[in-house]
């Protein structure tokens, strides 16, 4: 009989062990907070009251999300897929809407039409660039000082956050590939560009440092001469990628990974990795069968060629199979694109996604 409950007694606590999620037991996050600066790509409602026309608060955007949040596709950005992977319960919040304690767990600062240069995105109205939502970081250090009891402990704090930067890809699209608006591609070559961006880059990147930022995750930027948007522009037959972008693309990405060794050789105390996007969706788009996908060159929601002219149309109706779409409108990648990416800067399935590692190792740092 004593052998008949000591098993009874095993079973019940494995048992609980099994379960104890269902009681309230929860891992906590592998970082304490997650920082996040970047363009439409990742804003998730920080353009939601400027004068702007890159704003994303209106239906078909959001139909996968439970409606519309600010966020440029229909549903779950890089951003929302990368916050889950490190255990937080909820989404970072916009620097907009963001409040008391709700900071602690980090703040979403990226601006649909911002750019490195000040002047990027001009044309389409209000937006908060790179110097801008670094401003707007310093602003709520304080408030770190404040709610955790002194400096030292909102430095120790902040230490151990994760500061993601994916800003680039409006230089391009919205400046430098925009001759009628922008003066850029005349006054300097594609080599000399992606130096003064570098340069704008790792000014923020050192204000950052400066206030508290130590682990940070540059995103490279994608091959944006494969987007609807340029397809549809430039691409003679809307089909084949546009290899001047890309290539200035690419000259912007090399550039960085160089920046990426150079500070983790020059701050001994901080960590600095390079996240291959334009390697991930590369692969996305040279094999898109083997990822579920069945359109590479064409929104799911959108006007013109390629659906690429511009951006979807308040309560437009988009497409049904929206998980066969790489992108969902002219310019941003739809949820299923979103979550490859998200789930491969996270944790790298090729050497060549991240370097030196990816953001689980930097998290783990």
């Known amino acids: 009989m004593e052998g008949v409950f000591r098993t009874c007694w095993v079973v019940f606590a494995a048992f609980l062990v099994l379960h104890s999620g269902g009681y309230g037991v929860k891992a906590a996050p592998q970082v304490p907070c997650y920082f996040v600066f970047g363009d439409s790509l990742v804003d998730n409602g920080n353009n939601n009251r400027l004068q702007s026309l890159a704003r994303a608060d209106y239906l078909p955007y959001g139909i996968d999300f439970g409606g519309p949040t600010g966020r440029f596709s229909n549903g779950k950005t890089t951003i929302d897929v990368i916050t ?7 989404y970072i919040p916009p620097y907009a809407n963001a409040r008391g304690q709700n900071i602690l767990q980090g703040v979403n600062f990226a601006s649909a039409a911002a750019g490195i240069r000040e002047e990027t995105g001009r044309q389409l109205g209000a937006r908060i660039s790179f110097s801008g939502q670094v401003r707007n970081y310093q602003t709520i250090v304080p408030q770190f000082v404040s709610l955790l009891g002194g400096r030292d402990q909102a430095a120790s704090y902040l230490s151990k956050c994760i500061f993601s930067i994916g800003l680039g890809s409006n ?7 925009m001759p009628q608006f922008y003066s850029s591609s005349r006054q300097y070559t594609p080599e000399q560009f992606a130096d003064v961006l570098i340069q704008q880059y790792t000014e923020q990147l050192r204000i950052l440092y ?5 682990k940070f995750a540059l995103i490279g930027v994608g091959q944006i001469g494969c987007s609807p948007n340029v397809l549809a522009r430039s691409s003679p037959d809307g089909r084949t990628c546009v290899q001047t972008v890309n290539s200035a693309n690419q000259i912007f990405n090399n550039k960085l990974r160089s920046l990426v060794e150079q500070f983790n050789g020059n701050t001994p ?12 969706f590369q692969d996305i788009i040279n094999r898109p069968a083997g990822y579920g996908f069945r359109v590479t060159n064409a929104g799911c929601c959108g006007v013109g060629r390629n659906n690429g002219q511009i951006t979807c149309l308040p309560f437009q109706t988009p497409c049904p199979n929206r998980k066969e779409f790489v992108f969902w409108d002219a310019f941003h990648p739809t949820e299923a694109a979103n979550v490859i990416l998200g789930r491969r800067s996270y944790s790298a399935q090729s050497p060549s996604d991240a370097y030196p590692f990816d953001i689980s190792r930097l998290a783990q740092s």
């Open 84 to 90: 889950q992977l490190l255990g937080f319960d909820n």
């Open 171 to 177: 230089d391009y699209l919205n400046n430098y590939f």
């Open 210 to 214: 400066n206030n508290g930022a130590r």
């Open 269 to 280: 105390d901080a960590k600095f990795v390079y996240v291959n996007v334009y390697g991930i």
